[in-house]
């Protein structure tokens, strides 16, 4: 079945998606360990099927910092921008290098660390002001609760912020939670972007959540996302459905248009 958001919704910039091939090296002890491929050549086919015009790849933490399929897979497509998983010690050239091949952004995966990294750290500091200087981004992974431990830091260092899905908010207190209300304030200082994805992983009050970010900031920091190929969730969830969450989340078309695609076409591809 082909589904197509509505023309009236424009462009429409998925803002994270994975890639990767079963043959690819996994770290130890792995979140996920998925044996089968999801090729960029997929990729672009599922776009194509569901009217999305631009896709943004992100690292993702199965496979650390082993860029290459995603750097392989942005040079298929001028549709795909990308981001990386990298140790804070990366050299300049190399980030430049990559820049040019079109990431735009270093993904933290910190959730399920037993301990987070010092970002106060010297190789942090050096770390985030090489991302500043190229105006990447950082794209925070990591539990709602822990939220106000890592965003301060952060925003002192003046990097652009993504936070993933939602903040992942506290699946009992929700929009009470410290760390959902650390989130609102970093978005409010205005160099704080949230993902509007991944609510089939968050539990019953993500959609309470969504809008609640909706209602309490600038529509323009928000952007949507289908976490395809739902790795874990392969058989429960879907592209379509990735859609519909988001259609029915957000009743203001004009607004859903931005998350959809607008807010993201300026963010990764301008």
Known sequence: MTFA?????????DAHVHVFTRDMPLVPNPRHSPDYSFTVEQLLDTMDRHG??????????????????VLESLGKSARLRGTIIADPAVEKVSLDAMHAAGMRGVRLPFIGLPELPDLDSWNYRKFLRRLVDLDWHVHV??????????????EQSGVKIVIDHIGRPD????????????????????????????????????RECAQA?????????????????FVGAESTMT????????????????????????????????
């Open 5 to 13: 958001i509505s023309p009236a919704d424009a462009v429409l910039v």
């Open 52 to 69: 999305v015009h631009y896709a943004v790849i992100a690292a993702a933490s199965p496979w650390g910092d082993y860029n290459d399929y």
């Open 141 to 154: 992974h990591i539990e709602g609760p822990r939220l106000p431990a890592v965003l301060p830091l952060l």
């Open 171 to 206: 699946p009992v207190s929700g929009t009470a939670s410290e760390g959902f209300q650390a989130m609102l304030r970093s978005v409010r200082k205005g160099r704080t972007w949230v993902k509007m994805s991944g609510a089939y992983r968050l539990g019953a009050n993500a």
């Open 213 to 229: 970010l909706y209602r309490e900031v600038d529509v323009d920091r928000l952007m949507w996302a289908s976490d395809c190929p």
């Open 239 to 270: 592209y379509e459905a990735a859609i519909t969450w988001l259609e029915e989340t957000i009743p203001d078309a004009a607004d859903r248009r931005r998350i959809f695609g607008g807010n993201a076409l300026r963010f990764y591809f301008s």
